[in-house]
T-cell receptor
């Protein structure tokens, strides 16, 4: 299955700032998915990123807050904008792995907003 | 009703016992079901997937699916302390255009 590298692995940020998370895959993939996992919670899909088109956002997530780039088939970024403590979460990049709809996840980016 | 619900944990079992993890889902049209394991501080990793009614076995793990009851479970036989983790049920639901919805997870603790 694909190998996913995410960075930063963790960061501590100040309220009102923005942080960009990078996701690099070792093979070309059509779709990349960004998930959020808040403390003690399960995974919530933020958006699906396709190369060459705008990302598709889930209900409750907007492009102004979570802009996504997908410049090629192996790379994507998620920016968390104008951060507040409520944005403190783990953000995970994922791609389809060995089979359709079988997701492989990156190691995640643990974000703490003070 | 949540789209995917799991029995609340934590679930504690002794080493060598069978751990039973349960999951129900609301979208009757769902066709694909997944179990992920997530160790503390780590990202989820796939254990099994199941598409058809019945049982699917892989080593010590058995996934069971009952579409009529909208129920999927994961049995772990001969539980080991290394199985201690949070287990996430995920369902591919078409209610919202075909996306993977995760349950809240069940924390399993296997006591030596």
């Amino acid at each position: 299955s694909a190998v996913i590298s995410q960075k930063p692995s963790r960061d501590i940020c100040q309220r009102g700032t923005s942080l960009t998370i990078q996701c690099q895959v070792d093979s070309q993939v059509t779709m990349m998915f960004w998930y959020r996992q808040q403390p003690g919670q399960s995974l919530t899909l933020i958006a699906t990123a396709n190369q060459g088109s705008e990302a598709t956002y889930e209900s409750g997530f907007v492009i102004d807050k979570f802009p996504i780039s997908r410049p090629n088939l192996t790379f994507s970024t998620l920016t968390v904008s104008n951060m507040s403590p409520e944005d403190s979460s783990i953000y995970l990049c994922s791609v389809e792995g060995t089979g359709a709809n079988v997701l492989t996840f990156g190691a995640g980016s643990r974000l703490t907003v003070l | 009703q949540k789209e995917v619900e799991q029995n609340s944990g934590p679930l504690s079992v002794p080493e060598g016992a069978i751990a039973s993890l349960n999951c129900t889902y609301s979208d009757r049209g769902s066709q694909s079901f997944f179990w992920y394991r997530q160790y503390s501080g780590k990202s989820p990793e796939l254990i099994m997937f199941i598409y058809s009614n019945g049982d699917k076995e892989d080593g010590r793990f058995t996934a069971q699916l009952n579409k009529a009851s909208q129920y999927v479970s994961l049995l772990i036989r001969d539980s080991q302390p290394s199985d201690s983790a949070t287990y996430l049920c995920a369902v591919l639901t078409y209610n919202q255009g075909g996306k993977l919805i995760f349950g809240q997870g069940t924390e399993l603790s296997v006591k030596p």
